[in-house]
């Protein structure tokens, strides 16, 4: 298989040196063991993998049981590679790799450790108790569209319909997804909830932590308010208790609720959240429409190329310090809003179809003089040149 452009980067960090620990945090069926299993093999060292996938069944006696394997598989002159998938899953991991790990140092042990996570901020907390100043995080996002286009020859089209799931990719049929559908809804999203948010996270009504998921799959690329939201919810849950599972949906990977851009924080924090998938299989798979329907309904194909255009940024600003809103007043609106320190960025997304929204640009430039203005879509930028465009380069 082709190997994805972030694989170079591992590569070099691993080259490197062995003074740090590689961490590889991204979501769920993304590639993260693929690619560690790459390099490993790139390097030309023996490797050593193992999973704690299968939860409370593994311990801290088994992880140090796992470290020693690796260490009686190290060759001189070549050491190992020591990959650790979804770690987290043990508890108090952190400090017993610290221990390990801090041996190795002193005992000069070629053992070059990876560590692979889907739940980033159970990884991070455990980064940052034990092992600071001992790891480097490699953020793994969703395939973007030319990943997609170059490996597997995708149209712009079947990549806004599909998204970017690789191991998905041979039950994508267009006139009938029906087993795409069930594979993204029971394989992805029913394992990412279950596994790596419910069965780790205290979760007082999980019934609700799911309807919310799925009413922003369903509203992707749209604005709503919190008491609309529980309006529709109907499951007794509050404004605080909603915005705290949409934390831990974006932490997972799978939907954002972008918050209102304003020179004031706490206004951001009070705003309501624009929904955003990572990826817009999450979208399509909460729908019945076959890729034609959804290419014949035109208000919502216009949602799947904003809610592509948004999951692109959104994976895009995985390890910067880049920031995505969304910005609304009255009946004007803009999409999406970039802020990287005091540079602003707006882009508008317009899809072909008849827009009855008025734009927000002239107002949102008296307010806050952004430093570029973007059309993307019809009559401005053509979205697959936008696509191409390093993120950086958006904020410059």
Not at 171 to 197: C, F, G, M, Q, V
Not at 231 to 247: H, K, M, P, R, W
Not at 262 to 271: D, L
Not at 364 to 381: C, E, H, S, T, Y
Request: proline share 3%; net charge neutral; hydrophobic share 40%.
């Amino acid at each position: 298989m082709q190997k994805r452009p972030i694989f170079d980067l591992i590569l070099k960090r691993i080259q490197e040196s062995r003074k740090f620990i590689q961490v590889l945090l991204g979501p769920r069926q993304v590639g993260k063991t693929t690619l560690a299993l790459q390099v490993a093999e790139e390097l030309d060292k023996p490797f050593y993998y193992v999973s704690a996938d299968t939860a409370t069944l593994q311990d801290l006696t088994w992880l140090q049981q796992q470290w020693e394997i690796a260490r009686q598989k190290i060759v001189k002159d070549k050491g190992c590679v020591f990959i650790i998938d979804e770690v987290q899953k043990i508890p108090n991991w952190s400090s017993l790799i610290k221990m390990l790990w801090d041996e190795d140092t002193r005992n000069k042990t070629d053992l070059y450790v990876i560590i692979l996570g889907s739940s980033p901020w159970l990884v991070q907390k455990g980064l940052t108790e034990s092992l600071a100043g001992r790891f480097e995080i490699i953020p793994v996002t969703h395939w973007s569209f030319f990943e997609m286009n170059k490996i597997f020859g995708w149209s712009l089209d079947k990549y806004a319909y599909f998204g970017g799931y690789p191991g998905a990719v041979s039950l994508a049929n267009e006139e009938d997804p029906s087993r795409w559908k069930n594979y993204i809804n029971d394989s992805i999203i029913e394992t990412t909830i279950s596994r790596d948010i419910l069965l780790m996270t205290q979760i007082n009504k999980p019934v609700l932590l799911r309807r919310l998921f799925q009413l922003g799959c369903i509203y992707s690329g749209q604005i709503l308010s919190y008491t609309k939201m529980l309006g529709q919810l109907q499951e007794g849950g509050n404004v605080t208790t909603i915005a705290n599972y949409l934390d831990l949906l974006a932490g997972a990977g799978l939907l954002m609720g972008l918050q209102k851009y304003a020179n004031q924080e706490v206004r951001q924090r009070g705003s309501s959240p624009k929904f955003t998938v990572f990826n817009n299989a999450l979208m399509t798979a909460q729908t019945n429409k076959t890729f034609n329907q959804a290419k014949d309904d035109r208000e919502f194909w216009g949602r799947l190329i904003e809610s592509m255009v948004g999951a692109h940024l959104l994976n895009s600003i995985r390890g910067t310090q880049i920031e995505l809103f969304y910005w609304r007043e009255g009946d004007k609106e803009i999409d999406f809003v970039l802020k990287y320190g005091d540079k602003l960025t707006a882009i508008e997304v317009k899809s072909g179809y008849e827009n009855f929204r008025r734009s927000g640009i002239d107002l949102f430039v008296n307010q806050f003089k952004p430093n570029r203005i973007l059309l993307v879509g019809d009559k401005g930028m053509p979205i697959i040149d936008f696509l191409d465009i390093p993120i950086t380069n958006l904020v410059e």
